[in-house]
């Protein structure tokens, strides 16, 4: 008796762990290429910018908000760091000076991001728009913004730019450390940090939250400042891996694969619930089906469909697991 | 078997995952009558009703209404057998007019079109039978919370039911409303309704019951007439123990001024209030509905904007912008809307404890601490719980404000402000929660305490501020205390001066 019910418990708690656990399966009977190390790193390279600007959404959508904005403003960080970086031979370069140095380019990239994201957040925190309203505004925005920038691709970018999303360290690429390390620090933000906490308490009841003395405001501000700062770590990275910065195709509808992974992942639309592993295995899932599938050459369109249930059924199940405990 | 009564439950079981919420409970109501059930939170009155009307079906049990075995499935069929519930939360359609509201879900039609013209008309019928002064017209959203819930008691009603179920429908009443309410029952009793009636309040229930059944624990206590059993012995059933001391006022000495206000105002809600706060007192707030006491306690602990007025804390003029701010100076709030501003219930037990003190605990966030204060105050103050990693949802109110206690005793407040610390909480809670007050006083805070309820305000306080509509009629000494008195300030126009001993307003 109490065995069943744990493992009816166990279940309901990991059950986007176990449909990933049954794609990778499917995928590799068919295909048994599927699992092989090249394969897995292809998988997890091609994920790792979708990945972590939904550790980036997660936040958002966690505080009862989102963040439509994310693409464009990887297309303007991209845009404005590549063309510091681009190679002195090249003739047909932005700027009259040389390539800056890659370091000091990519801080000031991510500073430029949070700026971004800490602007629009400020928009919504101290006006009270609805965030989708916001940043779907500050998409148009950041995007024209990016081509009045520049209207014609960044290219011949300095390999020391591009280190962080092509560059390999002992064969292992650094697109997927820097994903790693994008993991390690937004767990590290929800659930060791009063940040953190106090995002969760925004998300259930803001109200609540005020009254515990929490500056909702300015936590607001930290969310969609985070957002973008994760989305200006992935412009750097999509710049870096393909060698140049397309200020009107970079990061095109990232925001909604990164909206779709932290959904499958759990994340609560009505506020107040996350796991990071949750969003992992969410990117993880997408992966499986945008490389898997490919491989196994089904159709782009019912990929599509696949992806389609797969959000719907995830958050029907979800509804259902909250309305039990109610 | 008989006709006598219109419904009887027997063996009523319910089970939810890994509680099981009802024993085998028994209901047994005659028609015409009022039957009031009683127990504390979580005995399973809200959940037996939520039985009989089909929200959750019983697991095992006998269910029979009206001479026929029945088990409905959903609020429709019993609505149509002649079963309506007036609900403790009400759910109305703000942007839709009253008319609207009342007929929802049964809207008159000619053909497939809506009858405007009837909806109206019978909405006027019916307030003017019962004697409401509410427009059909009007937008719900603009009506008080009073008026609305008077709206759903005449939806309840409009529906000829044979029985009807009114879960605490004065909770958000005014006197003169709940007059109205009495009067509207003792017109259903007329026409042989019955009508079960739930509530906390003790002097409405022996007005207008004529039976009570009381349940402890998910379990059947007893059945009786009303006019056979008195407070403490209702108590000591509730209970199952003796509850000795409702007011456990301890005096204690009372202090130099902690806390000072003078001419306090805020919009229209609060207009020119000053009184004096000292170490060891506990100053009761008292007055109707929209006196302004929750609204003055939220603009001393910054949720709302201050217009006028200044605030001193030990003879130090404070500048309080946000409750981030009044925490920060030593004052906390026990807010009375414990859902909508206090809990945030998906979070833990231990979450929602610590959540007004986190940069106690450091960076990264120190969570053994956080467990420990929280285990510490769960014990403290004798919450209930299976964990301190439960959901703070899963607890019952008594307990949820036991948590919200905690959270603002952690932030080490001097002055505590508590907003109706006991609605809707159970007879032991109660107890206990006055008891800490009495305690925190004796350790030397300043404390306020706006109640609704006359005896606790009366019981626990050293002295009264009375209020109405925003302005501050009277400050009464304990020596003063008398609920007439205390009702003809909390209907008086006439603003006090802190500085000249209250007169009798009516002379």
Known sequence: ?326 | MSQEYILEMTDIVKEFPGVRALKGVQLKVRPGRVHTLMGENGAGKSTLMKCLIGIHPPTSGRIVYDGREVCFKNTHEALNAGISMIHQELSPVPERSVAENLWLGRVPVKGIRVDHKKMREDSFKLFKSLGLDVNPDEKMGNLTVAKMQMVEIAKAVSYDSKIVIMDEPTSSLTETEVEHLFRIIEDLKKKNVAVIYISHKMDEIFRISDDITVFRDGEYVCTDAAKNLTVDKLITLMVGREVTEMFPKVECPIGETILKVENLSAGRAVKNVSFELHRGEILGMAGLVGAGRTETAETIFGLRTKTGGKIYKDGVELNIRSPEDAIKNGIALLTEDRRGKGIVGLLSITDNTTIASLKDYGFPLNHNKMRADTEDYVAKLNTKTPSIATQIQNLSGGNQQKVLVGRSLLTNPDILIVDEPTRGIDVGAKAEIHALISKLAGEGKGIIMISSEMPEVMGMSDRIVVMHEGVMTAILDRKDFSSELILEYATSDIPCDPDVPPTDPGR
Not at chain 1, 178 to 206: C, E, H, P, S, W
Not at chain 1, 242 to 251: F, I, R, W
């Open chain 1, 1 to 326: 008796m109490q065995k069943t019910f744990d493992r009816k418990k166990f279940i309901s708690q990991n059950s986007i762990w176990l449909v990933l656990i049954a794609l990778i399966v499917i995928v590799s009977l068919f295909q048994p290429k599927f699992l092989s190390v090249t394969n897995m790193i292809t998988l997890l390279s091609g994920e790792a910018v979708r990945g972590i600007m939904a550790f980036g959404m997660m936040f958002c959508i966690c505080s009862r908000g989102i963040d439509l904005s994310v693409g464009a403003s990887a297309a303007l960080v991209a845009a404005v760091s590549a063309s510091l970086v681009q190679n002195a031979d090249y003739a047909n370069r932005l700027l009259s000076f040389g390539p800056l140095p890659a370091p000091l380019v990519i801080l000031a990239a991510l500073l430029f991001g949070a700026l971004i994201g800490a602007a629009y957040g400020a928009l919504i925190a101290y006006t009270k728009i609805p965030p989708f309203i916001a940043t779907l505004g500050t998409q148009l925005i950041c995007r024209a913004c990016a081509k009045l920038y520049t209207d014609r691709p960044v290219s011949k970018l300095s390999e020391a730019y591009r280190f962080l999303g092509k560059g390999k360290i002992g064969g292992f690429p650094m697109i997927i450390i820097v994903f790693i390390i994008m993991y390690a620090l937004a767990a590290f933000l929800l659930t060791q940090t009063r940040f953190g906490k106090n995002v969760f308490a925004i998300g259930g009841n803001d109200q609540a939250a005020r009254v515990a003395g929490i500056n909702v405001e300015r936590t607001i501000v930290g969310v969609y400042a985070w957002s973008a700062f994760c989305a200006a770590v992935g412009a750097i990275l999509l710049a870096g891996r393909a060698g140049s910065a397309d200020p009107a195709n970079t990061g095109l509808s990232y925001e909604l694969d990164a909206v779709a992974a932290a959904t499958i992942g759990g994340t609560s639309h009505t506020g107040g619930i996350c796991r990071v592993s949750g969003v992992l295995c969410g990117i993880l899932i997408l992966g499986v089906i945008n490389n898997g599938l490919v491989m196994l050459k089904v159709d782009d369109n019912m990929t599509n469909i696949v992806k389609g249930i797969i959000i719907i059924g995830s958050v029907v199940l979800d509804m259902r697991k909250n309305a039990r405990k109610k």
